[in-house]
């Protein structure tokens, strides 16, 4: 029996979404559990699975396009099972939908062109198509740029508003220009330098949606949870030693990060502090979470995205590392799985590869807190009365006083000092 697909609800605030990508054509076999379509929300690009089985006998949307929650967007047949247009209207009717405006053939008969514009979309929709940067271009487009290392801005964009599209990409390759890397390598000036006196012009950019929720996330939670910051530096002598031992034991790709251990010790430190791994839940009660689950912050394109590591109290410090290095590989891919990126019970935001300090963070809502880290470095110490070189990382925690007091976060700050400076106590 025929089955209507829905765009589906991924999120409780999502209104609607962008059909990125197809992965099931018309006439593929579909199983529960395969991955149909690929899907952009306001928070990520997600594989959506199929829940029925059968054959993908049509599509009901196009790619690019972008449709509310519950629009129909294509139907599932079982073998052998034909649809006249009739019947294709009646079931597309049900969600009031319309179907795509094409012939029906036998299903598989209308294979997709390989040289079909991905870039077809209406172009009063501009505020699904441009991401954060100031560059309108495909999802398929920015995958390809950030996998030949490629500014997009250098890209002249051909599809509707100017837009960069899959054969805008393959055309600057094929013209022979490089990477970033390569070209810096080429030239012995900085990249984009300016001539005295040339200055660029203004460039007015849409928000991508991305930065749209990030901006409405983090007004809602600065102007409405009344933060309050702690500062603490911590020894990482001793993490630092116990991390170079560890990764001397394991292949190079499973080598563990610094991050990988503090994610350790918070989910530790929360488990003896539960108001920090709390919500609040309306105006009058504290929902103090059971599991302890880490949001961690991962720069994607145009924005930021957390992905969430699972019962993080529970985890060894090497399976931690797995699950973050896949989860963030997949973000920036844009491949990541809804479940992937719900769910934090409290964040951490690590910006010290890029040899940041101390910075202070913005809690992620509905969460109570979130952990700023910055740097480990190697600084002048006073030990026993002796001036040395130590190694120092400082961490910040910003914490919703409406959930808790400072006393009690610097106790939790005290707690987690107990494990990353005297990192033993994460491998037991």
């Known amino acids: 029996m025929a089955e209507l697909v829905t765009m589906p609800k991924l999120g409780f605030d999502m209104a609607e979404g962008t059909l990125v990508r197809w992965v099931k054509a018309e006439g593929d076999p579909v199983a529960k559990g395969d991955v149909m379509a690929e899907i952009e929300t306001d928070k990520a690009t997600v594989e959506v699975e199929s829940h029925t089985e059968g054959i993908m006998f049509r599509h009901l949307a196009e790619e690019e396009t972008a449709l509310p929650v519950n629009a129909p967007i294509a139907i599932i047949t079982a073998k052998g099972e034909e649809l006249s247009e009739d019947e294709i209207a009646a079931l597309a009717g049900e969600t009031g939908g319309k179907p795509a405006k094409k012939p029906v053939g036998k299903a598989g008969k209308e294979a997709k062109s390989e040289t079909k514009d991905v870039a077809k979309v209406d172009e009063t ?29 250098d890209i002249d964009g051909t599809g509707p508003l100017g837009r960069v599209v899959k054969k805008d990409v393959e055309a600057y390759l094929a013209a022979g220009q490089g990477s970033i890397s390569e070209r810096s390598k080429q030239v012995g000036q900085p990249l984009h330098s300016f001539s005295p006196g040339e ?119 090497r399976l931690i590392a797995r699950e973050v290095r896949e989860m963030a590989g997949r973000a920036r891919e844009g491949k990541v799985r809804l479940e992937e990126i719900e769910g934090s019970t409290f964040s951490i935001s690590n910006l010290g590869m890029y040899g940041i300090e101390q910075f202070s963070a913005i809690i992620n809502p509905p969460e ?11 600084v002048p110490v006073v030990e026993e009365g002796d001036l040395t070189v130590g190694s120092r990382m400082k961490a910040s925690l910003s914490a919703d006083h409406r959930v808790t007091d400072g006393a009690e976060a610097a106790e939790f700050m005290q707690a987690l000092a107990a494990y990353l400076e005297e990192p033993m106590r994460l491998m037991l």
């Open 125 to 153: 929709s501009s505020d699904e198509v441009s991401p954060a940067g100031g560059v309108r271009s495909t999802p398929l487009a920015r995958r390809m740029a950030e996998d030949h290392d490629l500014r997009l801005n």
């Open 199 to 317: 200055v660029p012009e203004d460039q007015i950019v849409d928000m991508s949606r991305l930065r749209q929720a990030i901006s409405r996330r983090m007004q809602d939670s600065n102007q409405n949870f009344p933060h309050f910051f702690l500062t603490r530096t911590y020894d990482t002598g001793a993490l630092m030693k116990l991390r170079k031992e560890v990764n001397a034991l394991l292949p190079e790709e499973e080598k563990t990060s610094v991050n990988d251990f503090i994610i350790k010790a918070v989910a530790l430190a929360l488990r003896q502090y539960p108001n920090l791994n709390a919500s609040l839940e309306g105006e009058e009660q504290i929902r103090r979470h059971g599991h302890v689950n880490i949001g961690v912050a991962v720069a994607v394109e145009g924005g930021l995205l957390t992905v969430v590591v699972k019962d993080a109290d529970q985890k060894p410090v």
């Open 368 to 378: 109570a807190g979130i952990l700023a880290v910055g740097a480990v470095q190697d």
